[in-house]
């Protein structure tokens, strides 16, 4: 059993920053690439940014330059440095990571959400 338990989200205003937290747990043998989504309210949900084993990172076109993921292989736990944040930023952001577990199976796990709001 892998679970993925994400913190930090929160309510801000424009400009300011906030960092979310992801944190994998449970028969995990190997976690491959992490990320963050988001789905705003009516939306399809979008990739945020990626962080593969090699710690190569991806960002959406809309968020480079003001985020920052990263991740700690020790603690298995993906972060999200979120900066000069605006309205548009508001969303469910979700983590994802694709993890091989004890049984070697390989999948795709998701965090439970959490709400990002921010205000003009």
């Known amino acids: 059993q892998v679970q993925l338990v994400e913190s930090g989200g929160g309510l801000v205003q424009a400009g300011g920053s906030l960092r979310l937290s992801c944190a994998a747990s449970?028969?995990?043998?190997?976690?491959?690439?992490m990320a963050w989504y988001r789905q705003a309210p009516g939306k399809q949900r979008e990739l945020v940014a990626r962080v593969n084993s090699g710690s190569d990172t991806r960002y959406a076109d809309s968020v480079k330059g003001r985020f920052t993921i990263s991740r700690d292989n020790a603690k298995n736990t993906v972060y999200l440095q979120m900066d000069s944040l605006k309205p548009e930023d508001t969303a469910v952001y979700y983590c994802?990571?694709?993890?091989?577990?004890?049984?070697?199976?390989?999948?795709?796990?998701w965090g439970q959400g959490a709400q990002v709001t921010v205000s003009a």
């Open positions: 994802n990571a694709n993890i091989r577990s004890s049984s070697l199976f390989t999948r795709d796990y």
């Open positions: 449970g028969s995990i043998f190997t976690i491959n690439s």
